[in-house]
């Protein structure tokens, strides 16, 4: 069943690069591998997680596969140095009242290396020039050090409080330098 080309080359919205990292768009390939829980031989070998699954999965049912909302659905963080895929990051639906909220995930490989901030910069600068996104969210757990950190470290502020979940937010007025 093919609901998404499987080579998105062509299309603008297809890539997104960093010095260090590709964020593709999710082939349906990739997807159908990622529902069925089998390995790819261009993923590193403790990809995919749980998470990973798990954004597979909602991205299908929430229809985020059409070449129409793509650009809100998940997209594979693959270490152009390697070519390996080491993570996801995307968008959990499409934009409410011109907010959308970003997921990610980097494997503990490849962890601790700058990846997620760098495709969480990357990914939220692509969004927030689409022209029906003013603002990307955040969530995560209070005792998620590191997801904090990486949060900080793109730019996010906090917004929220509870004992179960923080809340983090990056509106277009506050997009970091480029350069930063």
């Given amino acids: 069943m093919s609901i998404i080309p499987e080579n998105r080359a062509a299309d603008a919205d297809a890539g997104i690069s960093t010095e260090r990292l590709s964020l593709d768009l999710m082939t349906v390939a990739e997807v159908d591998a990622l529902i069925i829980q089998t390995r790819r031989p261009d ?7 749980p998470e990973d699954y798990d954004a597979a999965r909602r991205a299908f049912e929430a229809g985020l596969l059409t070449p129409a909302a793509a650009r809100f659905g998940m997209r594979m963080i693959r270490e152009r140095a390697t070519s390996l895929v ?4 995307g ?8 907010a959308v909220e970003v997921t990610y995930n980097v494997v503990p490989s490849s962890r601790a290396q700058g990846y997620a901030a760098e495709a969480l910069r990357a990914i939220t600068r692509f969004i927030l020039a689409q022209p029906h996104v003013d ?3 955040a969530y995560t757990e209070p ?11 793109a730019g996010f502020i906090p917004q929220e ?12 007025s506050q997009l970091p330098d480029a350069n930063a």
């Fill in 43 to 49: 993923w590193a070998e403790d990809f995919p997680r």
């Fill in 135 to 137: 603002e990307v969210i």
């Fill in 161 to 172: 409080e509870s004992d179960i979940v923080l809340r983090f937010t990056l509106r277009r």
């Fill in 86 to 89: 080491v993570g996801t990051i």
């Fill in 91 to 98: 968008f959990d639906g499409v934009p409410l009242e011109k």
């Fill in 143 to 153: 005792a998620n050090e590191i997801s904090q950190s990486v949060l900080l470290a």
